[in-house]
Antibody
Framework: QPQLQESGPGLVKPSEALSLTCSVSGASIYSNNLYWGWVRQPPGKGLEWIGSIYHSGKTYYNPSLKSRVSTSVDTSQNLFSLTLTSVTVADTAVYFC?????????????????WGPGTLVTVSS | QSALTQPASVSGSPGQSITISCTGTSSDIGGYEFVSWYQQLPDQAPKMLIYDVSNRPSGVSNRFSGSKSGNTASLTISGLQAEDEADYYCSSYTSGTTLVFGSGTKVSVL
């Protein structure tokens, strides 16, 4: 079973960029039927999909966040990353890295399979 | 994109069956067979219970089952146990090549 682990700063100032990395073990970023992505959960609230990236670099993002989100993969280190720009207090959340199983030829994103334990990022001055 | 609609809370007695609904549109739940369900215990990451509407991965109790009719998906927990107290979320693929979660349902065992 793949294992995922988030890392990055726990505190970010308003208007700055939030950057997180997810290290993957037990599976290759090159897996043909997997996208890699991010989900967040504000304290006491529900889950929100942020976006997902394939090893080729193809990406899909939540339309509500698309203008501020970018993701990348580092195949040499088997990890992927998230950058969210111009953060506000509303971006305070636990951020989970996930893998997303896709259909044959990865035309459809099917479900979130493995999850990292999550990391709390607080936006505050 | 709007979250899928789930009841805020559902409760039941031990041994009973409960059903959690998840309502979307023809652009998500109604249009694809890619509905999944997740259980989130307090202070833990979510865990996938059901994928592709009604499939259960190995290791998940057969007390959990999923179904879909039109734009509404459902998760049924049979033989409710104290350990089932948790938050439950549905998710669906959408026509915009995105994924969307439900609003979440808190299950209480009376």
């Amino acid at each position: 079973q793949p294992q995922l682990q988030e890392s990055g700063p726990g505190l970010v100032k308003p208007s700055e960029a939030l950057s997180l990395t997810c290290s993957v073990s037990g599976a290759s970023i090159y897996s043909n039927n997997l996208y890699w992505g991010w989900v967040r959960q504000p304290p006491g609230k529900g889950l929100e999909w942020i976006g997902s990236i394939y090893h080729s670099g193809k990406t899909y993002y939540n339309p509500s966040l698309k203008s501020r989100v970018s993701t990348s993969v580092d195949t040499s280190q088997n990890l992927f990353s998230l950058t969210l720009t111009s953060v506000t207090v509303a971006d305070t959340a636990v951020y989970f890295c996930v893998n997303v199983v896709c259909s044959i030829n990865c035309y459809f994103l099917r479900y979130f399979d493995q999850w990292g334990p999550g990391t709390l990022v607080t936006v505050s001055s | 994109q709007s979250a899928l609609t789930q009841p805020a809370s559902v409760s039941g007695s031990p041994g009973q069956s409960i059903t959690i609904s998840c309502t979307g549109t023809s652009s998500d739940i109604g249009g694809y067979e890619f509905v999944s369900w997740y259980q989130q215990l307090p202070d833990q990451a979510p865990k996938m219970l059901i994928y592709d509407v009604s499939n259960r991965p190995s290791g998940v109790s057969n007390r959990f089952s999923g179904s879909k009719s039109g734009n509404t998906a459902s998760l049924t927990i049979s033989g409710l146990q104290a350990e089932d107290e948790a938050d439950y979320y549905c998710s669906s693929y959408t026509s915009g090549t995105t994924l969307v979660f439900g609003s979440g349902t808190k299950v209480s065992v009376l």
